[in-house]
């Protein structure tokens, strides 16, 4: 299936490992030009280097930018030098890293506060940052897509995780508010849900049920496979494929969807 994706402009935020590298990978390896950001210019230009050194990714297809999502005047910055130097914007994918375990009455307000603004606050702010190239994409070149990285536990809430839960669902109620709004306009607006995937996050959350239970690495692991219908952990490469084709051209009637790649684990019907 051709995607549509060579020479469309993607930007992707969380993106110097895990899910965010991933995501830039797979859509650079479709012929994307992808700008990718992080917090540290050293681990950020380490990702596009090792990108670029790929067989089928040229190193002018990809742009390392230093960029804290929480950061207004940041996103905004880094959002203009993707315009400014690939010439326009036509895919937002929105992420960043996680926040720490601990379940509702375990966490302070401040730690509510500071996890709002990382997984739900950032991600209206790189919207609104991307909107208006977007809008201009869409019109100019039939249409643009947002891809927002949320997880399971918005829709299957998990109790250790309550920072996690309460940041992602308003991200769910955003994305729903959004699609309704730039449709319109010929952009797609959708959220992709991971389950336990192998990355670093995945290692600090296992590091704290360690510390916290006594369980061996094994236990801990078996525990999180044996909750899918697919009795294992997910890689990286499987959240990202979701995320391009939600980006890709073939997906322009999916709009407003909440897309779990959780090998099953949601217990929901819906
Ligand atoms: N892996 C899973 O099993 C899983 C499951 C469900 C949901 N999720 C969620 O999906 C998201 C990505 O997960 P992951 O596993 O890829 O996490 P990860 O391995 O910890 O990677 C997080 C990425 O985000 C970047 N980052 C962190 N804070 C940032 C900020 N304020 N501004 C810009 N970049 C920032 C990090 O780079 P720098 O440190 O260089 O800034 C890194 O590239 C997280 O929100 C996580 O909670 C993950």
Redesign the pocket.
Known sequence: MDFGLTDRVAFV??????????AARELAQEGAKVAL????RE??TA?ARSLSDEDNITEDQVLPLV?????EAAVDAAIEETVDTFGALHVLVT?????PSGRATDVSRDEYREALE??LM?TVTLCDAALPHLRTAAATDDHARIIM?????AKQPIPSLAL?NTA?AGVQGYAKSLAADVGASGITVNTV?????????????ADEIQERTGQSRDEIESDWADQNALPR??E?EE?AAAVAFLASARAGYVTGTAFPVDGGRGKHLL
Do not use: H, Q, W
Not at 37 to 40: E, F, K, T
């Open positions: 935020a969380g993106a110097s490992k895990g899910l965010g590298r991933a950001c992080s917090r540290d681990r950020i990702a960029c804290d999502v929480t950061d992420n960043a890293g996680g926040p990382l997984n950032s990285t949320t997880s399971v536990s996690s992602r849900l991971p389950g336990y995937t192998r990355t670093d996050r995945l290692e600090d959350l952990i997910g990286p959240f």
